[in-house]
């Protein structure tokens, strides 16, 4: 069936350093969603990519769905406190339910 | 408020008994689903359902079942047959169709002792 990897599984850095995670299916997809877990909390929402090579920002968060449309990525510049969380990329194929990757769990060192 | 509740948040349960999970959502969505998290395995698919009186299985519906006999409501039952209940439970609703936001319950933490 279908899967959805993502890379890294954790990733820590320094305050104001830049931070990306990959994520990667084995089939062609028609959309690929992002969504945020803080600690203790539910995923939320983040964004959705459709277009082959779309690229999306939210303020400091650059989204980047692949021409194949089999890759995204998700690239945070200079990290806050407020970005901790685990980031979890879902794929998905006509009216299946969303694959999710197992995430990247990121924390920031202040 | 609209959303979804899930209830209860935290629950223990001896080894060997059933136990249900519920999930209410009033966001007049058609299709609901149940994820199981665990700790550096991200969401695994449980059950899902994308019309009343209908649900398929996800892929680890193995020790689990389900009913969807009204729109709004989708509960979980984690049977005794489940060899590995103890987990965090989300539960999920979106419109049908490609491309709809998924949101999520705030889960539930099952503990079984």
């Known amino acids: 069936g279908q899967q959805v990897m993502q890379i890294p599984q954790y990733q820590h850095v320094q305050e104001g350093e830049d931070f990306t995670t990959y994520c990667n299916s084995s089939?062609?997809?028609?959309?690929i969603q992002w969504y945020k877990q803080r600690p203790g909390g539910h995923p939320v929402f983040l964004i959705q990519?459709?277009?082959?090579?779309e690229v999306k920002k939210q303020k400091r968060l650059t989204f980047q769905f692949g021409e194949a449309k089999k890759n995204s990525s998700l690239h945070i510049t200079a990290t806050q406190t407020t970005d901790v969380g685990t980031y979890f990329c879902?794929?998905?194929?006509?009216?299946?339910?969303?694959?999710f990757g197992k995430g990247t769990r990121l924390s920031v060192i202040a | 408020d609209g959303g979804i509740t899930q209830s209860p948040k935290y629950l223990f349960r001896k080894e060997g008994q059933n136990v249900t999970l519920s999930c209410e959502q009033n966001?007049?969505?058609?299709?609901m689903y149940w994820y199981r998290q665990d700790p550096g395995q991200g969401l695994r698919l449980i059950y899902y359902?994308?019309?009343?009186?209908?649900?398929q299985k996800g892929d680890i519906a193995e020790g689990y079942s389900v009913s969807r006999e009204k729109k709004e409501s989708f509960p979980l039952t984690v049977t005794s047959a489940q060899k590995n209940p103890t987990a965090f439970y989300l539960c999920?609703?979106?419109?049908?169709?490609?491309?709809?936001?998924?949101?999520f319950g705030e889960g539930s933490w099952l503990t079984v002792v």
């Open positions: 999920a609703s979106t419109q049908r169709g490609s491309g709809n936001t998924i949101y």
């Open positions: 089939t062609t997809l028609s959309n």
């Open positions: 990519l459709v277009k082959s090579g």
């Open positions: 879902a794929g998905q194929r006509g009216n299946t339910p969303l694959v």
């Open positions: 966001l007049n969505h058609d299709a």
């Open positions: 359902s994308q019309i009343v009186n209908d649900f």
